[in-house]
């Protein structure tokens, strides 16, 4: 058994991804599948679930088209069991013992993003060994280098998306410009730093569990890594002005030295997601702060604006994009439903200026 | 044998504590010990170097009296050895291995703030849980818990030193602050949050080697640990500006939530130490960055300048104190030289306001 670390896994080699989302596949809870099936449809084989086993992953969760939801793990030849959930508190479900023991004695190997490490269990490492397959956690990782300020090489242009609070869509913003450049014939990269990200791009740094002092020079690695590239699309976690992540932001600020951010946020959320009493400061006081910060490492100012729809109907989010583009000065679009065109153009607007 | 975490043990009740600095003593590899001479000199029974054997700390260091400078273990009773220096890198020297372990096997308690943890030695385990003593990793921790924006005690104001670079001052500011404070008769207490401060304190967080997600939650948890007290006068640790541990300090920020800073600085420097081609900002930036942040989570603003005039005469650094106050509108002065006074009634004038 060979335990790797998520940082150096190459996840991008599984074809034939079976996706756990047993008895848990409601939109919150399974984000890590929804993402994988709308990034990687082509490798997933099928989504296992006996409570709606029969059904499609369109049908269940709006994409994925006509990968089918299994009942167990029988019904369909894989390569890798994902688990497909990010629930509170980073725990594996109980009765998901049994499966992820049955996935390593057919040989297959397992890939968590869960806080608590699959390869820290006795039973599944005694499992892995014996058939000869991997446990993976993409969140183990073993940084441990300070961050050196390097000179990133000239014509690598680094865009790091940003937010005004968790889970606004800042993986999504950043995976859609990146496909919008490469359309354009771009050498644009997707960088990943959390978990599903990760799981979609095939590697990247879970830069929250990386130690306090060696956030910065995580982040600074995995852009050394990908510096060959024209254009990195950089995968943002939390908020500057977040309670309890701030610091993972500002180390991955830092760490990657952009040249400049997208502003993500969810239109109408106003007060901290888990943290419901705490309210999210105005986006232009947000836009200061970010481009203060970013500012103490490297020349960048925030380039465009995402607009997170989901709880607005269509006609209001453009005129949610209106309003924020206006007051922002900034251009603004929801990359679901338009499309990050919008945000490629101010991609390669900022190269001009900086050439 | 107990391997306890730093966070949870009570380093202050020993009182015969011998400082290994072996073959390392000189100012900047061993700040370690030289603070605890500052700091503890009633609970040091000697240092151990057997190149300066025959001596005193204050001849080698400048402070401890005559606390002796013996050659072996044999030469003081003692009931713990803490590590004393702070090498580069954070690796114990090749010929000390021996010397803990005969620590260890005279049943003397050792404490490490070394990045390579003591506990993760076979050697020394084996040796600690035959001789029935401790080995205590001042660095090591458990800290998993996210923050959650705590209404901290009114009364418990918070003072938090912030710096322009690493090693400038931060914790002897602290120290020296609540030193005159308590001097006044105030419930001022020093809140350790690295390795030296929790030698010092006797308690504290290694707020560097929390894992990123929980930084801001670690700070966090240490300040309700300690609100009971009226006045807390909180280590701080990098800078907001480092390229390589701002990612350390804005959690700190953010986790305990301070209603005054105390900026420290070190005249003259204006490279970042270890980083010599990179400028530091200057002071009237930083203190705006740092108010910006620290506004993110609480009313806070600098109330006061630590100016560390190590490279300066006693006139030149009255000049920059008088320089800088005048510069930033703030009462400044050198601690080590002239004591905490001014900032201990800074910090009694903010509470004034807040009351």
């Known amino acids: 058994m060979d335990e790797a670390d998520g940082s150096e896994s190459e996840l991008d080699r599984y074809r034939r991804i079976m996706l756990l989302t047993d008895g848990f596949s409601t939109p919150f809870l399974a984000k890590t599948a929804i993402s994988l099936l709308r990034y990687r449809q082509d490798d997933i084989a ?67 993003g869960l806080h608590d490490f699959l390869c820290n269990d006795s039973e599944f490492t005694s499992a892995a060994e014996k058939h000869g397959c991997q446990l993976i956690d993409v969140r183990r990782n073993t940084e441990r280098h300070t961050a050196q300020h390097v000179d990133f ?30 359309e354009r014939g771009e050498d644009a990269r997707f960088v990943a730093t959390g978990q599903t990200g ?68 969810e239109a109408g959320r106003e007060m901290v997601k888990g943290l419901d009493e705490i309210q999210i400061p105005p986006l232009q006081q947000l836009v200061t702060a970010y481009e203060t910060m970013a500012a103490l490492r490297n020349p960048c100012r925030v380039i465009g604006v995402s607009v997170n729809g989901r709880n607005l109907s269509a006609d209001q989010t453009a005129a949610e994009c209106e309003r924020v583009s206006s007051e922002l000065g900034l251009p603004a679009c929801d990359v679901y439903r338009n499309g990050a065109d919008a945000l490629a153009d101010a991609v390669l607007a900022l190269r001009g200026e900086r050439r």
Chains 1, 2 share one sequence.
Request: glycine share 12%; charged share 15%.
């Open 46 to 112: 099928a989504v296992l679930d006996a409570t709606e086993a029969g059904s499609t992953a369109q049908a269940l969760f709006g994409t994925g088209g006509t990968v089918p939801v299994v009942g167990s793990l029988d019904e369909a030849e894989a390569d890798a069991l994902f688990i497909g959930i990010a629930p509170p508190g980073g725990k594996l479900p109980d009765h998901w013992r049994q499966i992820v023991v049955s996935a390593l004695g057919r040989g297959m190997d397992v890939v968590s």
């Open 198 to 265: 990760i799981m979609i791009a095939g590697d990247g740094v879970p830069i929250d569990c990386v130690v306090a002092d060696f956030v910065n020079g995580a982040a600074e690695s995995l852009v050394q890594r990908h510096e060959k590239h024209d254009i990195l699309l950089i995968e943002g976690q939390g908020s500057i002005s977040h309670p309890s992540f701030s610091a993972v932001t500002l180390g991955l600020l830092h760490g990657c030295a952009p040249d400049g951010l997208i502003m993500c946020y």
């Open 153 to 182: 090489r000239q014509g690598c242009l680094r865009v790091l998306t940003v937010g005004h609070d968790c889970s606004v869509g800042k993986m999504v913003t950043s995976l859609e410009t990146q496909r919008v450049l490469a």
